[in-house]
């Protein structure tokens, strides 16, 4: 069971009603530190989505081993832009919005700075039935898929590009040259079935997440780096992406990759806490306050319905951390209006009182508080707006 110093927070935060967040800036920068350790000399790029609170993402940007951002959006990465946080932005997702490639269009400090995605020339397509065809010249990366086929019809990693085969991305990698208007500056390619899945455990279960780990790394190096000399074929590219937190060791032996994204690991939520390679100090938490006794042993909180993204799963619930000892109601769970608690120590909760809990995912939890309380020790260091709180949403 991950343990916090609850009674800091709770000390730090004693003038602020819950509910409320917390980072822990100590976890923070050592998460930060591990995280370039870890890469062993790849830089690596912080990805927003995992974030979403420009006064963090300034704080590890200046730190020694992160350079530029992987954003989610087109609409944020422009924000983000404008704002001065950095001018090395990738879009890691594909953007079909007029309004934002007109803004990026008229901007040219804006063009120099951000690269958008594309996995076929559909995408190209949207870009000129928005800008006309005679528009400014456009930065893009084009995405691998990284996923993992063992067998005809077998797909193991998130649905993303359907470029796989060096030869394809050797076929877009043209188009895309010999498309007025465009150029091709980068690739990515996101191995989420290394990345994103616990190999920690000892059964069965577990011990065949790290064989198809194992096996998918040594597959996708030998393709990645196939595709990257295809396309460096036909283009200069600055960068080829690759990576995510849960496989920065594996990503980084690639010796086809330039850079590594990572974000989740920074704040340290709950999915995290089954890697066999990596132990991040959890962060980022939320303090909701008890309202209710329903009976002896269970005790609700205000609020709590932060549910992680992805499967439907109980993975995806937020965790009780402190008092210790207790859990969510499987019958109930976490609801968007209030959540019981139970365990031995919720006898002993009265109204008013505060559970801590860790979000499932890293940067959802700004979606659900507007401040983030910097918290050092037993002190707030500052109080600071997540993208919520400044009326940003980009999802």
Known sequence: ???V????????????DPPLAVVDLDAFDANADDLVRRGAGTPIRVASKSVRCRQLLERVLAKPGFRGVLCYSLPEALWLHRGGLCDDL?????????????????????????????????????????????????????????SWRPAPGLHVGTRRSPVFRPRSAHALASQIVRRRGFRLVGMMAYEGQI?????????????LVRWMQ??????LARRRGAAVAAVRSVADLEFVNGGGTGSIESTGRDRSVTEIAAGSGLLGPGLFDDYTTFTPAPAALFALPVVRRPTGNIATVFAGGYIGSGPAHPSRLPTPVAPAGLSLLGVEGAGEVQTPVKGKAAAGLRPGDR????????????????????????????????Y????????
Request: no cysteine.
């Open 90 to 146: 990738v879009v890691a997702y594909p953007t079909v919005d007029h309004a934002a490639l007109r803004a990026l269009a008229a901007d040219d400090a804006a063009r120099a700075a951000i690269t958008i995605m594309v996995d076929s020339a559909d995408h190209l397509d949207v870009v000129d039935a928005a800008l006309g065809p005679a528009h400014p010249e456009i930065r893009v990366a084009l995405e691998l898929d990284a």
């Open 1 to 3: 069971m991950t343990t």
């Open 214 to 219: 194992r096996r998918s790394a040594e597959e």
């Open 195 to 207: 990345a994103g899945v616990p190999d920690g455990g000892r059964g069965p279960q577990s011990r």
């Open 388 to 395: 919520r709180g400044e009326d940003q949403s980009f999802g």
């Open 355 to 386: 559970v801590w809990f860790r979000h499932a995912k890293a940067g959802e939890l700004a979606e659900r508080f507007t401040t983030y309380h910097l918290v050092r020790g037993a002190q707030v260091v500052s109080s600071v707006p997540t």
């Open 5 to 16: 110093n609850a009674a800091a927070y709770d000390a730090a935060t004693k003038d602020l």
